[in-house]
């Protein structure tokens, strides 16, 4: 996994994930985004380059938007989301109606938005 982050100031970074989001790189993933909301208000995620993901890499991402949230920042997707993260995102159950009790903004990661 290869991920590159191009700031746009204080306010806003975005990071491209390439490769897959697994548990092989769970750790470095779980890494990454712990550092890049350090310096950040808003996070987006361009994860239009990943080749896979499974339910660890899903949790991890999942983490770091509770984190995100208790620290009063965001984060979000932007660009494509393949079908193999689609895939795992329904075949594990992470696709949400309402967000989990930290989302009173109603900006889960998991929500089913219909484009998806």
């Known amino acids: 996994m290869t991920m590159v982050c191009n700031s746009e100031g204080r306010n806003k970074k975005v990071l491209v994930i ?3 989001g697994t548990i092989q790189s769970a750790e470095n993933l779980r890494r990454i985004l712990a550092e890049a909301l350090v310096d950040t208000d808003i996070l987006v995620l361009d994860v239009s380059l990943t ?3 499974d339910i660890s890499g899903l949790q991890i991402l ?3 938007h ?5 620290k009063g920042k965001r984060i979000t997707f932007e660009g494509k989301i393949h079908e ?8 594990s159950g992470f696709f949400r109606h309402i967000g989990c009790n930290l989302d009173s903004t109603g900006e ?3 929500l089913d938005r219909g484009g998806m």
């Open 108 to 110: 889960c990661l998991w």
């Open 62 to 64: 999942c983490s770091a």
């Open 51 to 53: 080749t896979e993901w």
């Open 18 to 20: 390439e490769g897959d």
């Open 66 to 70: 509770k984190s995100a949230l208790k």
């Open 84 to 91: 193999h993260m689609i895939h795992v995102l329904r075949e």
